[in-house]
């Protein structure tokens, strides 16, 4: 407990502490329990002011356990929102295993957007990684073990990697606490990676791809939701400004369209259209000015509002046929007509007008225009134009439509229609009403976001890129192939074991050979030692008392001889 905080306890807290009640209640009260609890914990957030600095005395050093400002307080904000909407679509499950991890994980998210120091980021940055692994672990089953493991070894990397870039900072400077970064100064460039790794950077993505699909369908939702925009949160209060970071977005936002378009299961191919959109933050980090940043806060709300009703979309029609590859999928508009509908809300949400993708993109954009930067600004645009392609077209056609499988199953469940109602609502009142979403932004804006040119050539983008997904599936230039699509994965799930195979197989080979040759050493050996000690053996026989007498007076002369010389 910190004296100065409301209830003593610092932001995420309430819903930590809250995690571990979940097991001793009944089941009635339970399911009420974990929707009521993020909102507690909401309420505790609002009860937090700028002057209400949670400090802990810890070995000599002062902790800030809670730096709620601009920047921070809308992070936290957006993370217990989706919290609770999260937990609103997964609470009709009984699994408290799952509820407990992704409260611990919220939580955790929440405490770290608002830690003020490096030591309380690498504490909170850890319980992230080892909490968020239970949602992947609970779906059961080899495949999801391993991937469960993959993840936690980098998600627990990037935590050593931190830990490294802040003791090097606090050797090299004596500075701890958590805000801008110099790129030059000691320790930044181990920070920066630490970020990055979360931040799914290029090669450092795989982790994302490989575990989000293998989650259980609820705890996607959740993934979806915290890691990566704890690390834009990161980037943003560290690094804004760094230049660096403008090629590496570039990169996020082209290369994995392709993938996404080519990928068959579709959590996969939402995973791969997350980093794009985490290229657009990242770039607008790298711009750092006050409106670049502006942009970076408001479209982490509009993403995890949209990429949480995507995943949780596709999430019911998991857990409803048990599938969700696009090549096993089709004809589902029979029935989850429900789920059509709010699948397609999440769509437009990335950037058609009235929806809040719309507001926060337009941001980045105007940020991209007003420093200049046509590269940029071209890169973004056709960015927003193939993630619309492929994470919104793409996915309702082929889960919804397409070619009929047969299914017949129930609409998704009323706890999981209602979260993804609760999140369609919020995503189209930040977009009719933007100014609730620039209200709350780090920086003072004022920008007016419906004009008519804007909206005009956003209509016409979405709908040529509607005009050329359709030509493109005339063509059967879209025919989804069942497997596993690996891209930079294939280094530590293929060609790292085909390696350490080839470079083991000699030496195993060797091992075999010197050990037969020892087993064949040992046993020659043993029967020679057998044939004369053991009880049959020669000498364990009954002798005459006339061979005796010989042997004794043989070995007597041989004596006397060796004696005498």
């Not at 955790?108 to 608002?114: D, E, F």
């Not at 089709?330 to 059509?340: D, I």
């Not at 199953?409 to 933007?434: F, H, N, Q, Y």
Request: with cysteine; hydrophobic share 55%.
């Amino acid at each position: 407990m910190i004296s100065g905080l409301p209830w003593g306890l610092p932001p995420g807290w309430v819903l930590i502490l809250g995690a571990f009640l979940i097991p001793l209640l009944p089941r009635p009260i339970k399911t009420s329990y974990l929707a009521i609890l993020p909102l507690v914990g909401i309420y505790h957030l609002g009860m937090i002011d700028a002057s209400s600095i949670g400090i802990l005395r810890l070995t000599g050093h002062d902790l800030t356990l809670a730096r709620v400002d601009g920047l921070s307080r809308i992070f936290a904000y957006i993370f217990s929102v989706a919290a609770f909407f999260g937990m609103v679509y997964a609470r009709a499950l009984r699994d408290d295993r799952q509820h407990m991890a992704a409260l611990v994980y919220a939580g955790s998210g929440i405490g770290a957007v608002c830690a003020g120091d490096l030591i309380s980021l690498f504490v909170y940055w850890e319980l992230t990684a080892l909490a968020s692994v239970f949602l992947i672990w609970c779906r059961g089953g080899e495949r999801a073990f391993r991937a469960g493991m993959r993840y936690l070894m980098i998600q627990v990397g990037s935590g050593v990697i931190l830990l490294s870039g802040l003791v090097v900072r606090y050797l090299g400077t004596g500075d701890l606490s958590f805000g801008s970064i110099d790129p030059a100064s000691p320790g930044a460039m181990l920070i920066l990676l630490a970020f990055g790794i979360k931040a799914a950077f290029p090669l450092l993505h795989t982790w994302l791809t490989d575990a989000y699909p293998e989650a259980t369908p609820t705890g996607t939702v959740f993934l979806s939701a915290f890691t990566t925009k704890l690390a834009i949160y990161g980037l943003a209060r560290g690094f804004a400004g760094t230049e660096l970071l403008i090629p590496i977005g570039v990169a996020m936002v082209f290369f994995t369209l392709l993938y996404a378009l080519l990928e068959d299961d579709l959590r996969r191919v939402l995973a791969y259209s997350l980093v794009n959109q985490l290229g657009f933050m990242v770039i607008a980090v790298g711009l750092g000015t006050e409106l670049a940043i502006n942009g970076v806060a408001a479209h982490a709300v509009s993403h995890i509002l949209y990429k949480s009703l995507l995943f949780m979309t596709i999430g019911a029609v998991l857990f409803r046929t048990g599938t969700a590859k696009a090549s096993e999928l089709g004809g589902l508009y029979r029935s989850m007509p429900l789920t059509l509908l709010f699948c397609a809300i999440g769509a437009l949400g990335m950037s058609a007008p009235l929806f809040a993708g719309f507001a926060s993109k337009s941001l980045i954009l105007s940020a991209a225009a007003k420093e200049h930067e046509l590269g940029i600004w071209l890169t973004l645009l056709f960015g927003s134009v193939g993630v619309f392609l492929v994470a919104g077209i793409k996915v309702i056609w082929f889960t919804f439509f397409g070619s009929d499988k047969g299914f017949r199953c129930r609409e998704a469940p009323v706890s999981m229609l209602l979260g993804m109602a609760l999140t369609a609502v919020a995503l189209i009142v930040l977009g009719i009403k933007p100014n609730l979403l620039y209200g709350a932004l780090p920086y003072p804006l004022d920008y007016e976001l419906y004009t008519l040119e804007h909206v005009i050539t956003q209509i016409q983008l979405l709908v040529f890129t509607g005009l050329a997904f359709a030509i493109a599936l005339r063509l059967g230039l879209l025919k989804q192939k069942a497997g596993t699509l690996l891209d930079a994965d294939w280094l530590y799930r293929r060609g790292l074991p085909v390696t350490m195979m080839a470079l083991v197989k000699p030496v195993d080979r060797m091992w075999h050979r010197s050990t037969d040759l020892t087993l064949t050493l040992f046993g020659h050996v043993r029967r020679r030692l057998e044939y004369h000690y053991s009880e049959e053996g020669r000498l364990s026989e009954t002798w005459p008392t006339g061979r005796m007498v010989l042997w004794v007076a043989s070995l007597l002369a041989a004596y006397l001889l060796l004696y005498q010389f």
